[in-house]
């Protein structure tokens, strides 16, 4: 990124992209304020100055406005202005010219619980303030416990007030946003570095690949950079290193442990909106479409299996193809769907690796892109099971591997196995 020297002549708009409340704003001078500084607050607070005439948009200033408002430098709102950047409170945007203009998109705080949620903010707060005076803050915030073990919850539901409609269209609406801070991506780098043991982490530890990895895992997790620090201690070799194997397993033990054994949400998860067919067609591969893009992978397997659990094995593989290859949830339904029906009910992980490997590099992304590659290679793959066939191993194709899928031309047994997919969600 090019040096960006920040003139007093520089004009800037404020652009408000949060509601921000009254609480925010004392919220801002308790919590942040030790952090960033009352120069920085002060600069949040003009900015909002700024907006008094429209909520939305401020009208053109130049930066020496600022610097008379604030009898500051210019270099100490640029740092004032960064310290805002960096714990989520504006965004700034930049564009060349004579004067060169900025635009401050400003954000409201997190919330209280967002915040000591945190262990960035709050391991800093604390370290600023120190125990005494952090623990007075703190306390400001809790909430009184009251028991209502003796309560009745006699709330309505939605669908009891509410009905439905198709007539209403929604208008776009501001709404409150806040940012976490954006600490180089998910995983704040220059901490993580400084938390690791002193010279045993080589400088050539954390290259591109390593960084990639390890912001992939703290996403698919939802690690932050200190649970983060915790578990590469562990996988740090004596050549100062990252064993990234073990780091996998790691990241997933600490999850599982953390979590009641559980794998991370990315298995439970369904289609993405955006990648799901418009709803209307009726036809049984129609059905059977939807039924790939409403089901999350794990769901699926269970119910390939009659309802049992899925092994550890199998889920590890799910893990796989939807963490390491990133392929879409009703893609890997497919693909399972697909491997069972022609590998005798068996997932077999060099057979599903090599297919889900040619549907990434083919950026197959909806189940019926899936479906349709599936279609045209199919004797390709077909021939690899077969090589390596065992005698009692059966070679079935999927109902929707039909170029026409009618009712009446489905047996009883093919019709049986569409009707038992699909009862979930009749």
Request: aromatic share 10%.
């Given at each position: 990124?090019?040096?960006?020297?920040?003139?007093?002549?520089?004009?800037?708009?404020?652009?408000?992209?949060?509601?921000?409340?009254?609480?925010?704003?004392?919220?801002?001078?308790?919590?942040?304020?030790?952090?960033?500084?009352?120069?920085?607050?002060?600069?949040?607070?003009?900015?909002?100055?700024?907006?008094?005439?429209?909520?939305?948009?401020?009208?053109?200033?130049?930066?020496?406005?600022?610097?008379?408002?604030?009898?500051?430098?210019?270099?100490?709102?640029?740092?004032?202005?960064e310290a805002l950047e960096g714990v989520g409170l504006i965004?700034?945007?930049?564009?060349?010219?004579?004067?060169?203009?900025?635009?401050?998109?400003?954000?409201?705080?997190?919330?209280?619980?967002?915040?000591?949620?945190?262990?960035?903010?709050?391991?800093?707060?604390?370290?600023?303030?120190?125990?005494?005076?952090?623990?007075?803050?703190?306390?400001?915030?809790?909430?009184?416990?009251?028991?209502?073990?003796?309560?009745?919850?006699?709330?309505?539901?939605?669908?009891?007030?509410?009905?439905?409609?198709?007539?209403?269209?929604?208008?776009?609406?501001?709404?409150?946003?806040?940012?976490?801070?954006?600490?180089?991506?998910?995983?704040?780098?220059?901490?993580?570095?400084?938390?690791?043991?002193?010279?045993?982490?080589?400088?050539t530890s954390l290259t591109k690949k390593t960084k990639e990895?390890?912001?992939?895992?703290?996403?698919?997790?939802?690690?932050?950079?200190?649970?983060?620090?915790?578990?590469?201690?562990?996988?740090?070799?004596?050549?100062?290193?990252?064993?990234?194997?073990?780091?996998?397993?790691?990241?997933?033990?600490?999850?599982?442990?953390?979590?009641?054994?559980?794998?991370?949400?990315?298995?439970?998860?369904?289609?993405?909106?955006?990648?799901?067919?418009?709803?209307?067609?009726?036809?049984?591969?129609?059905?059977?479409?939807?039924?790939?893009?409403?089901?999350?992978?794990?769901?699926?397997?269970?119910?390939?299996?009659?309802?049992?659990?899925?092994?550890?094995?199998?889920?590890?593989?799910?893990?796989?193809?939807?963490?390491?290859?990133?392929?879409?949830?009703?893609?890997?339904?497919?693909?399972?769907?697909?491997?069972?029906?022609?590998?005798?009910?068996?997932?077999?992980?060099?057979?599903?690796?090599?297919?889900?490997?040619?549907?990434?590099?083919?950026?197959?992304?909806?189940?019926?892109?899936?479906?349709?590659?599936?279609?045209?290679?199919?004797?390709?793959?077909?021939?690899?099971?077969?090589?390596?066939?065992?005698?009692?191993?059966?070679?079935?194709?999927?109902?929707?591997?039909?170029?026409?899928?009618?009712?009446?031309?489905?047996?009883?047994?093919?019709?049986?196995?569409?009707?038992?997919?699909?009862?979930?969600?009749?």
């Amino acid at each position: 990124m090019k040096l960006i020297t920040l003139l007093p002549a520089d004009t800037y708009t404020v652009i408000n992209k949060s509601i921000i409340t009254e609480d925010d704003q004392k919220n801002i001078i308790s919590l942040y304020e030790p952090i960033i500084g009352p120069i920085a607050v002060c600069l949040y607070f003009n900015f909002l100055r700024d907006l008094r005439l429209n909520e939305f948009i401020s009208k053109d200033y130049t930066h020496h406005h600022l610097m008379r408002i604030m009898n500051s430098s210019i270099d100490t709102i640029k740092t004032a202005r960064e310290a805002l950047e960096g714990v989520g409170l504006i965004k700034t945007y930049y564009k060349e010219g004579e004067p060169n203009s900025y635009c401050y998109e400003i954000y409201s705080p997190l919330s209280p619980k967002e915040f000591f949620a945190s262990p960035v903010f709050n391991i800093t707060l604390y370290n600023n303030l120190g125990k005494n005076e952090y623990e007075l803050i703190k306390a400001e915030y809790e909430l009184p416990k009251i028991d209502l073990h003796e309560y009745e919850d006699i709330s309505k539901e939605l669908n009891t007030i509410f009905k439905s409609s198709t007539t209403y269209e929604p208008i776009d609406a501001q709404e409150r946003k806040s940012q976490n801070p954006k600490l180089n991506g998910i995983i704040d780098f220059d901490l993580l570095i400084s938390s690791m043991p002193k010279g045993i982490l080589k400088s050539t530890s954390l290259t591109k690949k390593t960084k990639e990895l390890i912001e992939q895992l703290a996403y698919i997790y939802d690690l932050d950079t200190l649970k983060m620090v915790e578990i590469l201690r562990t996988v740090l070799t004596d050549k100062g290193t990252f064993d990234k194997v073990e780091l996998r397993k790691s990241t997933r033990k600490y999850y599982q442990y953390n979590n009641s054994g559980k794998l991370p949400t990315i298995i439970y998860r369904t289609q993405p909106e955006y990648l799901k067919t418009p709803e209307g067609d009726k036809s049984q591969l129609a059905q059977i479409i939807y039924m790939f893009e409403n089901t999350s992978p794990s769901d699926f397997l269970k119910i390939k299996y009659k309802g049992a659990k899925p092994t550890a094995r199998d889920l590890r593989l799910l893990e796989t193809l939807l963490v390491d290859l990133e392929l879409q949830p009703a893609v890997v339904n497919v693909l399972i769907d697909y491997v069972l029906k022609k590998n005798n009910n068996k997932l077999n992980q060099s057979f599903v690796e090599t297919i889900a490997g040619q549907w990434k590099r083919c950026n197959v992304e909806t189940a019926k892109e899936a479906m349709a590659l599936a279609k045209k290679e199919n004797g390709k793959y077909t021939k690899k099971v077969t090589s390596k066939k065992t005698a009692n191993t059966k070679n079935e194709e999927p109902i929707w591997l039909n170029q026409e899928i009618k009712k009446e031309e489905l047996t009883a047994e093919e019709q049986q196995e569409i009707d038992e997919l699909l009862s979930k969600y009749r």
